[in-house]
């Protein structure tokens, strides 16, 4: 029997991109999943698909009672809905920081809040969010991206620790750059796209981008009953970026 037989698994963001790629592999392994999206009009059975905008607390509250009515319950919320943000701290006027602060940040807040009442009564609850690379490493012209992604950080740590007595784990991926709709639109803005995408390769370990299913695999270990003893954890899945510290190959 797969690990996630029988669980019921809301993905934000699960209309493309990582949280898609989540989305498929958790109904792969046996849960019921439903997607809350801005546009989930591509989302296909098995999955079932909700419009919200994580901005929104109604239509948050709305989408989430009707998921988990729709699944029959929750235990696994994915709180991947994102966006990014260019520039240093002069680059963006105090409407852009509320307004990525607003998707990245307090969106995860909203789904959670309105999450919470069902994951209570699951006996193997798990909240994974999607966090990022740019939480824990500098990077240039990311001021804004950055300071949400370090939120969400602090704000896994914290759930972590309110939900722990309830039986609820909370914990969070941090994706170097990822090969998903969202890149290959920052890419088709670049002046060179190919260099671009050879810049951004060069900067893992790896030499090349992250997959989204290798994201969705990571959230999919942290999701699982099988990893009951882990909360309040990151998992980096960044090609290495993070933690190594490689010498020029020879040549
Ligand atoms: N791609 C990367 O390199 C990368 C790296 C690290 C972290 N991340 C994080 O991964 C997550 C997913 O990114 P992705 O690359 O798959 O992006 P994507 O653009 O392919 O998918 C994001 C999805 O979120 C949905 N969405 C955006 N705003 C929303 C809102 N207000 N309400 C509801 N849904 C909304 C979009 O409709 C889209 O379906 C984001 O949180 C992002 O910060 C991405």
């Known amino acids: 029997m797969s690990d996630f037989e029988g669980l019921k698994a809301l993905v934000t963001g699960g209309a493309s991109g990582i949280g898609r790629a989540t989305a498929e592999l958790l109904a792969e392994r046996g849960a019921r999943v439903a997607v809350l999206d801005l546009d989930p009009s591509s989302v296909d059975k098995p999955l079932l698909g909700y419009r919200a905008d994580v901005t929104d607390d109604a239509s948050v509250r709305e989408a989430v009672a009707a998921a988990a009515a729709g699944l029959g319950g929750l235990d696994v919320l994915v709180n991947n809905a994102g966006i990014g943000a260019q520039g240093t701290v002069e680059d963006n006027d105090d409407a852009e920081w509320h307004r990525v602060f607003d998707v990245n940040v307090l969106g995860m807040v909203r789904t959670a809040?309105?999450?919470?009442?069902?994951?209570?009564?699951?006996?193997?609850?798990?909240?994974?969010?999607?966090?990022?690379?740019?939480?824990?490493?500098?990077?240039?012209?990311?001021?804004?991206?950055?300071?949400?992604?370090?939120?969400v950080y602090s704000l896994t740590l914290a759930m972590a620790a309110d939900h722990l007595r309830e039986g609820i784990r909370v914990n969070c991926v941090n994706p170097g750059t990822a090969d998903t709709p969202w890149i290959g639109r920052l890419l088709s803005a670049a002046p060179d796209p190919a260099a671009e995408r050879a810049a951004l390769e060069a900067r893992q370990p790896t030499g090349r981008l992250v997959t989204a299913e290798e994201v969705a695999g990571a959230i999919a270990y942290l999701a699982s009953p099988l990893s009951g003893a882990t909360t309040g954890t990151s998992l980096a899945v960044d090609g290495g970026m993070q933690g190594l510290r490689l010498r020029p190959e020879a040549r």
Request: charge should be positive; aromatic fraction near 6%; proline fraction near 5%.
């Open 113 to 151: 809040r309105a999450c919470l009442p069902y994951l209570r009564r699951s006996a193997q609850a798990a909240i994974v969010n999607t966090c990022s690379i740019a939480a824990t490493a500098g990077l240039p012209q990311r001021a804004l991206y950055s300071a949400t992604k370090g939120a």
